[in-house]
């Protein structure tokens, strides 16, 4: 089974700077399609961030240029690195995994942690 658990959120000020992580365990983890998602109240869940085993992905428009997206397949960890972040990046984020062949923006994804909260204040 896999296993997905998400750490670093937290409360800061407009204009800074959170580095989420989540840890991974389960079958062959190197081969995880692996994406950020998140979602505020009373709005949809949205993808952000989405990479490959081969380490390519992609971006939201609402985050390009402020976040990436990294894994260290030797510690089974996804990060995602959030500059200049902003009020209305306040929401829950959580990371997601699929075990399929394709890898592709707009994807479902079959495992989810139980998310960290961001909170940006002005």
């Known amino acids: 089974q896999v296993q997905l658990v998400e750490s670093g959120g937290g409360s800061v000020q407009a204009g800074g700077s959170l580095r989420l992580s989540c840890a991974a365990s389960?079958?062959?983890?190197?081969?995880?399609?692996m994406a950020w998602f998140r979602q505020a109240p009373g709005k949809e869940r949205e993808v952000i961030a989405q990479?490959?085993?081969?380490?390519?992905?992609g971006y939201a428009d609402s985050v390009k240029g402020r976040f990436t997206i990294s894994r260290d397949n030797a510690k089974n960890t996804l990060y995602l690195q959030m500059n200049s972040l902003k009020p209305e990046d306040t929401a829950m984020y959580y990371c997601?995994?699929?075990?399929?062949?394709?890898?592709?923006?707009?994807?479902?994804?079959?495992?989810w942690g139980q998310g960290t909260q961001v909170t940006v204040s002005s």
């Open positions: 997601a995994a699929d075990l399929g062949r394709d890898c592709y923006m707009g994807m479902t994804f079959a495992y």
């Open positions: 389960g079958y062959r983890y190197s081969r995880y399609c």
């Open positions: 990479i490959g085993s081969y380490g390519g992905g």
